[in-house]
């Protein structure tokens, strides 16, 4: 096989790639486009690098590491990357592995800060699961009634999660048209019933109508 044939062939495999994870991604919002990013964190520490969508952590990419990224979406916070690493029963290789898109950057980031500067405190860093404690807390029952299922576009689906935030684990997904009975409620989530299967979780009000 010549060099022309097997870049060709390569090119097409990572374009169906492509097409796959767009399909399969979380339809919250279009997705940006391709290109190269930095890594950029607050704290300047590094960013996980996971299998699939916060799936198993297979490493890790330094603040200000430059990565191609192939796939970014904003509406479910993953990125999809070529990742070089060992994986189990395969091997080492350049791997689709996906990492937190809210964490990248087109423009070069600043000096990584220093941890232990006497100039100034590290700023403190917001704890998710107080947060998602604090969503829950703030969750009001209601008389209950029926929503309909409304992703950004018709073919999509939104996902329902075990809690009201974006980084809780997927429980199940709907398509358009949908139907879910809402319980309770916060500012940015309503907590639904599926009456088929007797799941109950959250569902973002952003995806979904009266």
């Known amino acids: 096989m010549n060099k022309r044939v097997f870049t060709l062939i390569t090119a097409m495999?990572?374009?169906?790639?492509?097409?796959?994870?767009v399909?399969?991604?979380?339809?919250?919002?279009?997705?940006?486009?391709a290109g190269y990013y930095y890594v950029y964190t607050e704290n300047g520490k590094g960013l996980n690098v996971r299998a699939t969508p916060g799936g198993e952590v297979v490493g890790s990419l330094k603040y200000g590491t430059k990565i191609y990224?192939?796939?970014?979406?904003?509406?479910?916070?993953?990125?999809?990357?070529?990742?070089t690493y060992d994986m189990p029963g395969v091997?080492?290789?350049?791997?689709?592995?996906?990492?937190?898109?809210?964490?990248?950057?087109?423009?070069?980031?600043?000096?990584?800060?220093?941890?232990g500067s006497s100039s100034s405190a590290p700023a403190a860093q917001a704890d998710p699961t107080e947060e998602i404690n604090a969503e829950f807390r703030s969750a009001k029952k209601v008389?209950?009634?029926?929503?309909?299922?409304?992703?950004?576009?018709?073919?999509?689906?939104?996902?329902?999660?075990?809690?009201?935030?974006?980084?809780?684990?997927?429980?199940?997904?709907?398509?358009?048209?949908?139907?879910?009975l809402v319980?309770?409620?916060?500012?940015?989530?309503?907590?639904?019933?599926?009456?088929?299967?007797?799941?109950?979780?959250?569902i973002s009000k952003q995806y979904v109508a009266k």
């Open 69 to 83: 990224c192939y796939y970014r979406d904003g509406g479910n916070g993953w990125a999809l990357i070529d990742y």
């Open 143 to 180: 008389e209950p009634f029926a929503i309909t299922v409304r992703p950004s576009r018709a073919s999509g689906w939104v996902n329902m999660r075990w809690a009201p935030s974006k980084q809780a684990e997927v429980m199940a997904t709907y398509k358009a048209n949908e139907k879910l």
């Open 91 to 115: 091997g080492k290789g350049t791997y689709a592995c996906f990492i937190s898109s809210r964490y990248l950057r087109k423009s070069k980031p600043p000096a990584k800060p220093e941890s």
């Open 23 to 33: 399909a399969a991604a979380e339809d919250d919002t279009p997705s940006d486009s």
């Open 183 to 202: 319980i309770k409620e916060t500012a940015n989530w309503y907590q639904v019933e599926d009456q088929d299967t007797g799941d109950v979780g959250f």
């Open 13 to 21: 495999i990572m374009a169906l790639l492509m097409v796959f994870t």
